[in-house]
């Protein structure tokens, strides 16, 4: 009797999951919307780390006026209020029925989880900050940049009494752009089999902690560097910020050692909505670039550098290179599809969790559009735990440079080589000492 009422749950169960499928997506007219884009994120054993933007005001934030933003900046952006559905190993967003809610705490909860209401975002706030946590399964650091940039002005336009929206800032009575919800995965794209592709090895130097530990909890330094400063070395040498970073940090590594006996590598986040046609949607859509740094290129001046790397990031944003590559990263989806539950799905996935990206990864997520709001935001940073070695996040915000690096060790050699190279150039900056921390799994699924 117990097993018939058991399968009788389970076809309830399954026949709600499908109406509800069925019936909503990101937006509440569209539907089955199954996750490709990001869907390599939610597989991990013990669930995807959450990526935490935290804006911090210079006074302390007011709840009220908090949630009273996150309301109507909820209106512009239907698609994070929404949930993911599991069926079959594959996942798919649907509507969700209760609203977001911030909440004063330190600690941040497992998204997908009861207690932020199954959401894949959840806003937090403890004393001068504001934590936005987001799922990279749901969208990328571009993706949910509009969301944050809305909530800081709607926040202030209550707080302070701000009238003028940054230009850009997409406000609550506002309709969704065009594809502003497009998967950009869900076919393949054409592109030109004759031309010659850039060819660069990931085989790259490895720094000795760039390898996979236990140990949960992950370190990070915060660097704060003088925008006008910065920038100034960049126009100077015709470099791109993302470049001089690169450059810098290269440098600093083929310090500490100087014995190194492969190209020194960074791996940059690139965005690739312009070559997909999909430049409005919220999904993730990145792939990695490389930019090694030789002995020979070691040589050559500032200047030369940045002009060669100029090149090679032209090479690979090259928009029929970025659909190649797009084609190849839906491959794995198209393998995922071929099996029919979850535990098959992330056993294949396993493989993937264990590799390494030699020598170290860089992703900019840009500048914030402040406005006059400028004035009442110290800071923006972007982290996350489950960094395997040496990761460094970058934001423009107001009149500096931010950069978060993180890692899973706690020693300060890498910052420091950063910030030796910055003496150098004589630009200004402050370092902060080691932060401990962890950003929780998800919990989209029961585990083990």
Do not use: W
Not at 397 to 415: A, E, L, T
Request: hydrophobic letters at 35%; proline letters at 3%; glycine letters at 6%.
């Amino acid at each position: 009797m117990g097993n018939i009422f058991h399968d009788i749950y389970d076809k309830m169960k399954e026949s709600e999951k499908d109406y509800l499928i069925n019936h909503s997506g990101s937006t509440s007219d569209s539907k089955n919307e199954k996750i490709r884009s990001g869907q390599s994120y939610l597989y991990k054993k013990y669930g995807m780390e959450s990526e935490v933007i935290e804006v911090r005001f210079k006074k302390k934030v007011s709840g009220s006026f908090l949630n009273q933003a996150l309301l109507l900046t909820e209106k512009r952006f239907p698609y994070f209020n929404t949930k993911l559905i599991e069926k079959g190993g594959d996942f798919y967003i649907v509507q969700n029925e209760q609203s977001m809610v911030a909440r004063r705490t330190q600690k941040l909860a497992q998204l997908g989880h009861i207690k932020c209401g199954y959401h894949l975002i959840d806003i937090t706030y403890y004393d001068y900050s504001v934590f936005v946590s987001f799922h990279h399964a749901l969208c990328d650091g571009r993706g949910i940049m509009p969301f944050v940039e809305t909530i800081i002005y709607y926040y202030c336009n209550l707080q302070y009494g701000t009238k003028n929206p940054p230009d850009g800032v997409r406000l609550a009575d506002e309709p969704l752009l065009p594809g502003e919800t497009v998967d950009p995965f869900m076919h393949e794209y054409e592109f030109n089999k004759d031309k010659e592709f850039i060819s660069l090895s990931r085989d790259a130097f490895a720094i000795p902690e760039n390898v996979a530990v236990e140990e949960k909890v992950n370190y990070r330094y915060e660097v704060k560097v003088s925008h006008s400063q910065f920038m100034r070395i960049c126009k100077e040498n015709n470099a791109t910020p993302v470049i001089l970073l690169s450059l810098l940090m290269s440098h600093g590594i083929a310090e500490l050692y100087p014995d190194y006996d492969k190209s020194i590598n960074a791996n940059v986040a690139a965005d690739m909505r312009e070559a997909l046609d999909c430049p409005n949607t919220f999904k993730n859509c990145v792939k990695s670039m490389i930019l090694p740094y030789s002995r020979e290129f070691s040589q050559k001046s500032l200047a030369e550098q940045a002009g060669e790397y100029r090149e090679i990031l032209k090479a690979q944003r090259d928009r029929d290179y970025c659909r190649k590559e797009a084609n190849a990263m839906m491959g794995l989806s198209d393998k995922l599809d071929t099996l029919e539950s979850y535990e098959e799905k992330q056993k294949i996935m396993t493989f993937y969790e264990g590799m390494l990206l030699n020598t170290y990864i860089i992703s900019y997520l840009g500048q914030f559009k402040l406005g006059e709001n400028e004035k009442y935001v110290s800071e923006i940073h972007l982290y996350n735990s489950g960094t395997i070695g040496l990761g460094i996040n970058m934001i423009a915000c107001g009149d500096s440079f931010i950069f978060d690096f993180k890692q899973n060790f706690p020693s300060d050699k890498y910052v420091d080589a950063f910030c030796k190279e910055l003496q150098k150039l004589s630009v200004e900056y402050k370092v902060s000492g080691a932060i401990s921390f962890t950003t929780p799994g998800d919990s989209i699924i029961k585990r083990g």
